[in-house]
């Protein structure tokens, strides 16, 4: 028997409607060994990414005189998906801190911190499909909390298609039963898509309406990314003259 | 035109000008308009636009008195680990008939000479070894808050508690004082000013802290 994935009122198996997306949370500040931390949750997908630096370069034959690097690390705790993940970076941890860090590459402005470094870490708690793009979310947060300067801030949603029907944010069943899942993360302000992977098939045509779907919860999530900075710093400064 | 309000927490990417010519610190240009590139307080002073980082680590400017930690001693440099971004050195002048007194772990109070590509260094003239005291570490965006208008809130901190100070623009700064109970309202009185570096009125209560801290078991005050 196949799995229905989408019921006769059209809704999904969380009872959600394709274009909505599930309950996001996120928080600043969470980590106090990091310069900047975020957590954020959406859904059953919990993460925390903490960043560190900008600090010199380790190991020494990495650095470029010119401009900073970076250096991510996307991993998952063995507790965070059903069956126990073995300790160690796995072939897909090590392909997703690639892409990550190439995305936050796009915008941090590498050039201010010549022969230095900034460490990301992603540590996916608990897994229920989207941590590659919650995992964004949250190093972007970080960045910001740790005061690197960059050209814009990313949000990133997944958009995926499940019994021929295109849906938002897809969760751990859709993805392992669905058709497809597009990973889209754009920084809102450059209005540029800084990391776009797909898995499965579609046409040309679901690809561009499912862009424009993420689009649309890129700037949901955008907003909230800068009401979770705003909350952390509320204050206003005051006496700070010498 | 203006995009924001002044004293606004503007956060990366965020629109904040169209003329160019106003971009100054933490804010960047992208086809002819002005953007913030760090999170922080957005100010305009005499038509340049600066924000102040709310967040981030510590980045030397040419003149600041920082403290550090002495973490090498090279044979013709000694690197002073600042809690910055990088370690700064200090670079003895050369042919210097007396060597620098100082060794690994020593703690130092010395004016950042210069800054750039070629590393943070450290003046040799007034540097100071702090002998002993207790460290301790606070954000560097608020030591001007722990300094005060003209060290007010310093010479206070002093008179309340007997404590001798040494304060960094970095966020170190030592507390020496007579006994062990004295140090350790210094140092609650530092966190103190950390935690509330926003609020008003914080001298006075810094004051009434101290007092109620050191009131007990010292001499006869129970004000």
Known sequence: ?242 | MQYFSENELVVPGQILSDNPRQSGFGTYVREGKVYASVMGFAKSINGVLRIIPVSGRYRPQRGDKVLGIVSDVKPNAVEVDIGGETTAVIKPHERETTPLKIDIGDCVLAEVKATGLKGIVLATEGLQKIPSGILISVNAAKVPRIIGRKGSMLQVLRRETGCDFWVGRNGLIVVNGPDPAHEFAAVAAVNMIEREAHTSGLTERVIQMLRKMLGRGDEDSSN
């Open chain 1, 1 to 242: 028997m196949k799995i229905r994935l989408i019921n006769e009122n059209g809704l999904r198996v969380d009872g959600r409607r394709p274009d909505e997306m599930r309950r996001m949370r996120m928080e600043v500040g969470v980590l106090e060994k990091t310069d900047g931390s975020a957590y954020v949750e959406l859904g059953g997908t919990r993460i925390y990414a903490g960043v560190i630096g900008p600090r010199e370069v380790h190991p020494k034959h990495l650095e470029l005189p010119d401009k900073g690097v970076i250096n991510c690390r996307y991993h998952m705790a063995s507790f965070s998906v059903d069956e126990r993940k073995p300790l160690g970076m796995t072939r897909r941890e090590i392909e997703l801190s690639k892409v990550i860090r190439e995305a936050l590459e796009t915008v941090v402005f590498l050039e201010e911190f010549p022969r230095m470094m900034i460490d990301i870490f992603v540590e996916v708690i608990q897994a229920d499909g989207g941590t590659r793009t919650a995992g964004i979310t949250a190093a972007s947060l970080a960045l910001a909390d740790a005061g690197i300067p960059m050209a814009d801030m990313i949000a990133a949603i997944a958009v995926g298609k499940v019994d021929g029907v295109l849906v938002l944010d897809i969760n751990e069943e859709e993805d392992k039963y669905g058709e497809a899942d597009m990973p889209v993360a754009i920084a809102p302000h450059l209005n540029s898509i800084v990391l776009l992977q797909l898995n499965g098939r579609m046409t040309p045509e679901e690809v561009d309406k499912g862009l424009e779907m993420a689009q649309k919860a890129v700037q949901k999530i955008h907003q909230m990314q800068i009401e979770a900075l705003k909350r952390k710093y509320r204050v206003e400064p005051e006496g700070l003259e010498t």
